[in-house]
């Protein structure tokens, strides 16, 4: 398989804000490794032992569940633990494990701002592909300026897989995914927007970029736990005005 370049990112803190319950968090953060580029289609096809239309694209209209088996598939090609196992369609990450995985919502945040607390690492222009550029799919990775971490695309042309859940209480299972795409203007493509879809979801605008490094715990690390995730998934207590968590709907 082509190789998946990766940088090595360094241990920092990055703070996430969470703008629909107005909830600000700071995490601390360990070295890690993420790729240089989100995966391409090449890299997806070769995989599949099929031919890719569009070798430097990014992959797209690929699933979460479908990342986090390219994952286990790209560590298992290059001998390396894989990060995840499934039960039916529950999947358990095995943070000690140096296999390829997707990164945390923090990693991808801290990796994108490479520094910055501005929406953009730079004009988006020259950053990242957008509607302002008027084009009708994912471009070839690598077309714009990278950031200073050296990475490119983690803004605009393709939105990305994230390891966490958007908000177990309200959304159930859907994931998270951040960057912006082709098709979004500036106030989607910012390193601080947040989205989530379901783990069987796919889109055109929708892809991944693999992270690496494992960590002395359980379940827990790089600002995501599993004891974080039951306790946002508790529906119990007051709410908002106007929010309708899962199980209350009455549908």
């Not at 009708?136 to 393709?158: E, I, K, M, Y």
Request: glycine letters at 10%; proline letters at 6%; aromatic letters at 10%.
């Amino acid at each position: 398989m082509t190789d998946l370049e990766l940088a090595r990112i360094p241990a920092g803190a990055v703070t996430l804000h969470d703008a629909r319950r107005k909830l600000h968090r700071t995490v601390e953060l360990e070295a890690f490794e993420i790729g240089v580029y989100p995966v391409t289609q090449e890299q997806v096809a070769e995989m599949l032992g099929i031919t890719a239309d569009h070798p430097r694209r990014p992959a797209t209209d690929v699933s979460w569940l479908r990342a986090v088996r390219f994952c286990n598939a790209a560590s298992e090609w290059e001998g390396l633990d894989p990060a995840y196992s499934f039960d039916g369609e529950h999947v358990t990450w095995h943070v000690d494990s140096d296999g390829y995985r997707l990164p945390t919502e923090a990693e991808w945040e801290h990796a994108c701002r490479a520094g910055s607390t501005a929406p953009h690492y730079g004009p988006l222009r020259e950053i990242a592909w957008t509607s302002a550029d008027g084009v009708g799919s994912a471009q070839n990775v690598g077309g714009r300026h990278p950031n200073l971490f050296g990475l490119f695309d983690t803004l605009g042309n393709v939105w990305e897989w994230c390891w966490d859940l958007l908000d177990p209480a309200r959304y159930d299972d859907y994931r998270v995914f951040r960057g912006g795409g082709f098709a979004d203007d500036a106030w989607n493509v910012r390193a601080s927007a947040r989205r989530g879809g379901a783990p069987r979801m796919h889109h055109d605008d929708l892809g991944l970029r693999v992270a690496r490094g494992g960590f002395d715990a359980v379940d827990e690390a790089q600002g995501w736990s599993a004891a974080a995730d039951e306790e946002r998934a508790d529906v119990s207590g007051p709410l908002p005005p106007g929010w309708t968590p899962r199980g209350r709907s009455g549908h």
